[in-house]
């Protein structure tokens, strides 16, 4: 448990109401009970303060509605102090340290004493695991990799050779990380390899959902940058550089050599077609398909990927089109009969 006043410390807010109660847990909303501390970001949830059984609710310094007899925290972005709030509570929990005897380690590899191995890891030749990293079953680190601090490599996760990961780096089960890039030339008869030499640098704090891919690099390295955040099922090419603080949501595909800034949004299934440069804070729609450098801090969709408004105002015409074309065929009938 936790005092109301220390939650405040946490996340830079102020109480109003009683700072000494204590705070059991952490819920949604409509989950939220007695003992329990929930968020109020929206509207609907701010009118339905008195009847909601939690002990403390989040909500913005900016509400003016402060009903009394609720125990509030005031913070400059609720979504943020709730995140905080919530990893308070349920801090990770490492396994044991040690290495399974069914692990296969080869001799020449170096592993921190306090790294967690779990059954069925094989470590090649040359790899160097750091602290506090912990391997879950199945996971395949190739030979000089380096995995750097309080990393966690869940289940059946493939570090292909020379594959290098910055500190506190998540990566979720069945991810491959350093596979060779889709990189062919047809000689005139057939599809000839061009040999993938590269490799794979994934910063510091970066997270890379289930099922995901991150190609090697045709020469040098691709790059994920620090505090990046791929969601499932996403597709990293050859020789990308994914800049700081950029969000990928799930199905999300880059080809080969694609340059994205910083602090940028990619939404669910949109594409990126190869040696596109994409600025700082741009934003890419769902679907949309990138075929052009988009310069920074712009919003784009469509197929191919325009400027968001732009778009809107196409698709809003486009829904007309079998009315204006009616409209059409009459003006021309009008004409017609108007001819001498």
Sequence with gaps: MYQLQELAELVGGEVIGDAELRISGVSPFEEARPGEITLAAQKRYLDQLQSSPASAVIVSREVEKRPAGINLLLVERPKVAFALILQKFHP???PASGISPVASIAPDSEIHPSASVHAHVVVEPGAIIGERVTLFPGVYIG?????GADCVLYPNVVLYPRTRLGERVIIHAGTVIGADG????????RQLKIPQTGYVEIHDDVEIGANSCVDRGTFGATVVARNVKLDNHVHVGHNCRIGENTIVVGQVGFSGSVEVGRDCIF????GVSDHVRIGDQVVVAMKSAVTKDIPSRQMVSGQPAIDLKKDQK??????RL???YEMFKKLRRDNQRSDP
Excluded: M, N, Q, T
């Design 314 to 319: 196409i698709r809003a015409i486009s829904r």
């Design 267 to 270: 939404a669910g299934h949109a």
């Design 182 to 189: 889709f990189g062919y030339v047809h000689d005139g008869k």
């Design 92 to 94: 990770k929990k490492l």
């Design 322 to 324: 079998p009315e204006i």
């Design 143 to 147: 030979s000089e990799c380096y995995v």
